[in-house]
C-alpha cells in the first residue's frame, strides 16, 4: 500500500491516533511505557519522495519516514535510508491506516525522559542534525561517526554542542 497525505497534518493526525490506539490496545500492561510521555509525531515535512520525521511514543522514539510513492519492500525487513548526515539502517513496518514505513530506533525504552517537553525537544534537534550534512571543511575531513545515533545521543553535551548537532559527528 502506498501513503499519500496532502500535508504533514494529515499524516501527523493518522500517526498520532494510530499509535494512541496501540498504546490503549497492544501495550496495556507493558511495563516500558514512561507514564509522563505521550504520542506525538514531530516533523513530516516532504523528503525524497516521502515524508520524514520523528514519532514520540512512551515507549520508544524513532526516526520515520514515510514513503508517497509505491515501495516495495517486506515488513520486518532492514533497509538503508541516504539522509543528509549519512546512511541509516532502518526496518519496514506496515501499520493501517499508515501503510508502509521505514523506521529507526532512537530512544528505547524512554525512562530517561523527565517529560514531554524533553522528548520534544529532543525529536526537534534530532530531526536537525539528520537533515544537516556535516561539512567538509572540518578539522577532520575523513572522520565519520563509529557510534550508532542512540549512543552519541546518550553522551553528555553542552546545549550549545547540542544545538550544533556535535552528536551526530561523534566527539571531536
Not at 31 to 54: E, H, M, T
Not at 113 to 134: K, R, S, Y
Request: glycine share 6%.
Amino acid at each position: 500500500m502506498m501513503a499519500n497525505y496532502p500535508n504533514a497534518a494529515a499524516l501527523i493526525e493518522v500517526l498520532e491516533a494510530t499509535f494512541n490506539e496501540i498504546q490503549s490496545t497492544r501495550m496495556q500492561g507493558i511495563p516500558i511505557l514512561n507514564p509522563r510521555l505521550s504520542v506525538k509525531a514531530v516533523g513530516f515535512k516532504r523528503w525524497d519522495q516521502g515524508r520524514l520525521g520523528v514519532l514520540i511514543t512512551p515507549w520508544f522514539m524513532n526516526m520515520m519516514f514515510v514513503p508517497e510513492v509505491d515501495y516495495k519492500a517486506a515488513v520486518g525487513s532492514n533497509q538503508l535510508l541516504q539522509l543528509p548526515s549519512g546512511i541509516y539502517e532502518c526496518i519496514v513496518g506496515y501499520e493501517e491506516p499508515i501503510g508502509l514505513y521505514l523506521s529507526s530506533s532512537l530512544f528505547s525504552p524512554m525512562f530517561e525522559f523527565a517529560d514531554q517537553l524533553a522528548a520534544e525537544q529532543t525529536a526537534q534537534a534530532a530531526l536537525i542534525a539528520l537533515m544537516t550534512e556535516e561539512a567538509s571543511t572540518s578539522a577532520s575531513p575523513t572522520k565519520t561517526p563509529t557510534q550508532p545515533l542512540a549512543e552519541r545521543l546518550e553522551q553528555p553535551l553542552s546545549r550549545r554542542e547540542w544545538l550544533q548537532g556535535r552528536f551526530m559527528r561523534g566527539t571531536t
